[in-house]
């Protein structure tokens, strides 16, 4: 063929891969998202897998999907919908058909769309597009297995493998159409396939005839291009949260001038931070994988009383177990940071989907008086800060600090500039500047109020510890009930004076606006494009977005009271809004929920907001 | 180990201890006392985990270090304490409801894993801090406030659950015979790997004499026999009694009778990886067998920490990341 496509150039664009989870769509996804980053775009990605490993072939339950945007501007979420849907059988289509834009392309794999497809997925006519009412799409088919096959005819490879590869020629026609040169993916594929020389072969030779498919067919009408981002110059490679959380820790750990321990047990969607800290052998990383969730916070806790930089990870369901261990940790005021990356709930719920209800939990599912630090990241890229934070909060101020993401951001992934860690704040655990023949197990620094922070080994500090009330100064058990308030008050006053050592609340958008959008945690990306939008068509509208959740920032109510609307959006049923009203109960808010184990949509946000 | 020499004294805290008078807890502490003392390590580099429970108040009554955690999970903070820092001396004091229901799990993990840490279980058959309930070793029977009508629950020997885990080290003593004491907590502190003493413990107040037929003087030499590696299993008043071995079981015989000589007598060795005579003799119980008392198992192999500390220092050896920034440079990354 001799004539080019129309090449079309866009601002932004938003792909979804999807299939069955035995298909390689978040390889597929993860491949084209990084080229496209390396080409310069922003990305935010999103996948979304289901609860089962391998649900049956074909089944809606097995459908697998991967979600990535791109953008030659700043991109803050994995798009609501979809330009390009990518469908490799008759299921994937029929649970994305309300993920596809009207206009949007959908380019599916004629051989799955057979009789016994279209049945598995519970159609009941033969045209699946109809019958969803799919009418406003540009549908692109090609036989994907049957191309595959071609592709690897004389390769030696079993049917099941051939097969397998049909990803990358998705991917290669996926590239073609976005005008991205596959070279860049192959060199993704060989770190990748580097142990199984064979395999990589066949997955290029896939991909690349994948490619050349789209180009000499003109499979489509017209290709598209993304310009490159204005973003600041610089070296960067894409990060999901949960290994930003890993890396925070780390970085955390080296500041300090401390040993790093993770206790943890494998729990969805968290599991990744415990597989990137014990791949960390080389950085003197230990990690213990512990007989249940309470085990993973209790060696921590060990830990923490050794003099290591300690750390848990874990979801909601754990967070629950180590409820009692917290509390534990807050008494014997030991520096402690415990990852919870939310799930839909309660009880087991929803293991691989995104919620934010775990927040009063973290705020106050414990016995006792039992005030912690609980602090949220905002962004696949901003866990590693807000990790580092937790890390260097614990450790300064003595205490248990609960950080708080989610399944959407710890595996959902956005561009990340490798940070300078020079450029980082210190971390200076605090030690006794008293001698130790007069030094005392709870005495406090006046200021921050803390205790000090003393491992065994050290010669003459020798010290106990533990979960019953302590006299006031030497630690020893006390019953005294003046004594017992004097605790209670003096740590929920440690506590409150760590406002004195955070960020103030800043405000995004227009910040003369009417209205303030108030969010926290794994939302940000949302509600920030939901601001753009409303300010760019004329509605006026600012975001606070927290991160520090307790303590709350000093200036919060001097920002909240500025506003005649506020609107807490959630994704849950109103728990930081709840939690703003017991804190500032003059201020008026009303609230925006969605509970579905998804996060929220951009036009949700900017729909509710305009109705208002 | 140092080489400075401590007393019992330098262990004592300054703390007034408070267990019931008559309490077995307060030999259990002397011994342990002297069980330090002897073995020379500085209090400084000691570090001493328990739960919750009568046994566990001991952390406060010690000079060490100290950490008196939750119900049941001093064992999962000793792994952490451990694996932070293997140059600690590790101890863990609990009782049989704090190690052997609610620490259950813990207990059989550490044991699984052959961390270095020394296990002092205090074990008095009964839930005294919260005054008088069945504990998982309360004998079948036992009328508590808990089992007005007696307990139907089949108890744990506490040598079974180490061995059913793997365990490396377990030896069993009881709350009044000091010495004994002493020598098996040494000799558990000096074995690499994660042991089990089994104290023997009375609870004057709602258990009382639940080891009364093996608590006297008179009754040990009778009625249990102290097992010492590489010595004959003899024992009685003038260790005229012994024990053979008949088909796959155990049995006692008297020197002297059907020309038996001490020639014929089983010779213990504590330290065969394979635990089925061990097994065996943490099993015998009266009145027709002797309870086996002392070292019963001590099999050398290798513990978790330092498997730890060896692979991370191998992987250091071959690494070429070193810092964080060495890591950020190992990513795939690209210029902007």
């Known amino acids: 063929m001799s004539k080019t496509a129309k090449v079309i150039e866009l601002d932004q664009v938003v792909v979804r891969f999807s299939g069955d989870s035995g298909d390689g769509m978040q390889l597929t996804g993860t491949l084209f998202s990084n080229l496209s980053a390396i080409l310069g775009n922003e990305i935010s990605t999103f996948p979304d897998y289901p609860a089962e490993i391998r649900a049956p072939q074909g089944t809606l339950g097995g459908v697998s999907g991967f979600q990535v945007h791109l953008g030659a501007q700043k991109i803050n979420t994995p798009g609501d919908q979809a330009d390009v849907l990518v469908v490799m059988n008759p299921a994937a289509l029929k649970v994305n058909v309300k993920a596809i834009k009207p206009g949007g392309v959908i380019l599916f794999d004629e051989n799955t769309f057979d009789e016994s497809g279209l049945k598995k997925a519970g159609f009941v006519t033969d045209n699946p597009f109809e019958e969803l009412g799919l009418k406003n799409v540009q549908l692109l088919g090609a036989p994907l297995t049957d191309l595959t096959k071609l592709s690897l005819e004389n390769s030696g490879f079993d049917n099941k493998t051939i097969v397998r590869s049909k990803n990358m020629f998705a991917l290669g026609l996926a590239c073609w159409l976005f005008n991205r040169p596959i070279d860049k993916a192959q060199h993704f594929l060989e770190t990748k396939f580097a142990k199984k020389p064979a395999i990589l072969q066949a997955n290029l030779k896939v991909l690349i005839d994948g490619f050349n498919y789209g180009s000499n067919t003109h499979a489509a009408v017209s290709t598209y291009h993304i310009g490159k981002s204005e973003i600041d110059k610089g070296r960067y490679t894409s990060i999901n949260g949960n290994k930003a959380v890993a890396f925070g820790l780390i970085a955390a750990a080296e500041k300090a001038g401390l040993q790093l321990f993770l206790g943890s047990y494998p729990i969805t969607p968290a599991t990744d931070v415990m597989h990137e800290l014990a791949a960390r052998k080389d950085l003197g990383v230990r990690v213990v994988q512990s007989e249940d969730e309470i085990a993973g916070i209790c060696t921590a806790i060990g830990a923490s009383f050794a003099g290591n930089l300690a750390a848990t990870s874990t979801s909601g369901p754990g967070l629950a177990l180590k409820s009692e261990a917290i509390g534990l940790a807050v008494m014997a005021e030991l520096p402690l940071v415990i990852v919870d990356v939310q799930r839909g709930g309660p009880s087991t719920g929803l293991p691989t989907k995104t919620e934010q209800a775990d927040l009063l939990q973290a705020l106050y599912g414990r016995n006792g008086e039992c005030p912690l630090v609980v602090i949220a990241a905002g962004t696949p890229d901003d866990c590693f800060d807000y990790a580092f934070m937790a890390a260097k909060i614990a450790v300064e101020h003595v205490t248990p600090v609960i950080l708080l993401t989610d399944g959407f951001i710890a595996n959902g992934t956005s561009l990340w500039k490798l940070p300078k860690l020079s450029e980082y704040p210190a971390i200076v655990a605090p030690r006794p500047t008293e001698p130790a023949e007069t030094w005392k197990a709870y005495m406090r620094d006046p200021e921050k109020l803390n205790r000090y922070w003393v491992a065994p080994g050290t010669p003459g500090y020798n010290h106990r510890v533990g979960g019953l009330e302590k006299d006031f100064l030497t630690g020893a058990i006390s019953t005294d009930p003046k004594n017992h308030q004097k605790m209670v008050d003096v740590r929920q006053a440690k506590i409150d004076k760590i406002a004195d050592y955070i960020p103030e609340l800043e405000v995004y958008g227009d910040a003369s606006a009417d209205t303030l959008i108030v969010g926290w945690g794994g939302t940000c990306g949302h509600l920030r494009s939901a601001v753009d939008k409303l300010n760019e068509t004329g509605n006026k509208a600012a975001l606070a977005h927290f991160n520090y959740i307790m303590p709350l920032p000093k200036n919060t109510r001097e920002v909240l009271s500025k506003y005649k609307k506020i609107v807490v959006c959630e994704l849950n049923s109103g728990q930081f809004a709840s939690y703003l009203r017991s804190q500032l109960p003059e201020i008026s808010i009303s609230q925006f929920n969605k509970v579905q184990g998804q996060p929220f949509e951009v036009h949700e946000i900017v729909e509710h907001i305009t109705s208002l | ?336």
């Not at chain 2, 004294?9 to 408070?18: E, P």
């Not at chain 2, 801090?129 to 508590?144: A, D, E, F, R, V």
């Not at chain 2, 038996?260 to 089983?266: A, F, G, S």
């Not at chain 2, 498997?307 to 690209?334: G, M, N, P, R, Y």
Request: with cysteine; proline share 3%; glycine share 8%.
């Open chain 2, 1 to 336: 180990m140092s080489s400075q020499t401590y007393t019992a004294q330098d262990f004592k805290s300054d703390q007034y201890v408070r267990w019931c008078p008559g309490c077995g807890d307060f030999a259990i502490l002397n011994s342990i006392y002297k069980a330090m003392a002897e073995l020379g390590v500085d209090p400084s580099q000691t570090a001493v985990i328990s739960g919750i429970g009568c046994s566990s108040r001991l952390t406060y009554y010690m000079n060490t270090y100290g950490f008196h955690t939750i119900h049941g999970r001093a064992a999962a903070v000793a792994t952490g304490v451990k694996s932070a820092n293997p140059d600690l001396t590790v101890w863990q004091f609990t009782g049989d409801g704090d190690c052997l229901a609610i620490g259950g799990n813990h207990f059989i993990h550490a044991v699984r894993r052959n961390i270095d840490i020394n296990i002092v279980l205090h074990n008095n058959e009964i839930y005294g801090l919260t005054k008088g309930q069945y504990s998982p070793t309360s004998k079948k029977g036992l009328i508590t406030k808990s089992s007005p009508f007696g307990t139907i629950e089949r108890p744990f020997r506490p040598a079974e659950l180490t061995f059913g885990a793997r365990g490396t080290f377990f030896a069993r003593t009881i709350d009044v015979d000091t010495k004994g004491s002493t020598d098996v907590m040494v000799a558990a502190a000096k074995h690499k790997g994660t042991s089990v003493v089994e104290v023997l413990q009375n609870c004057v107040i709602f258990n009382d004499g639940a080891h009364k037929e093996i608590s006297s003087k008179e009754a040990r030499a009778e009625k249990t026999i102290t097992l010492e590696h590489g010595k004959p299993m003899l024992f009685g008043a003038d260790n005229e009694k012994g024990l053979m071995l008949d088909g796959f079981n155990l049995k006692v015989v008297t020197l002297g009778e059907n020309g038996i000589t001490e020639k014929d007598i089983l010779v213990h060795d504590a330290t065969t990886e394979d635990n089925t005579l061990h097994l065996k003799l943490a099993n015998m119980t009266g009145p027709d067998m002797p309870v086996a008392m002392g070292v019963i198992r001590n099999f050398a192999t290798s513990t978790y920490n330092d498997e730890l500390v060896q692979q991370i220092e191998e992987v250091q050896a071959k690494s070429k990341i070193k810092t964080f920034d060495d890591l950020l440079k190992s990513l795939d990354s690209w210029e902007i």
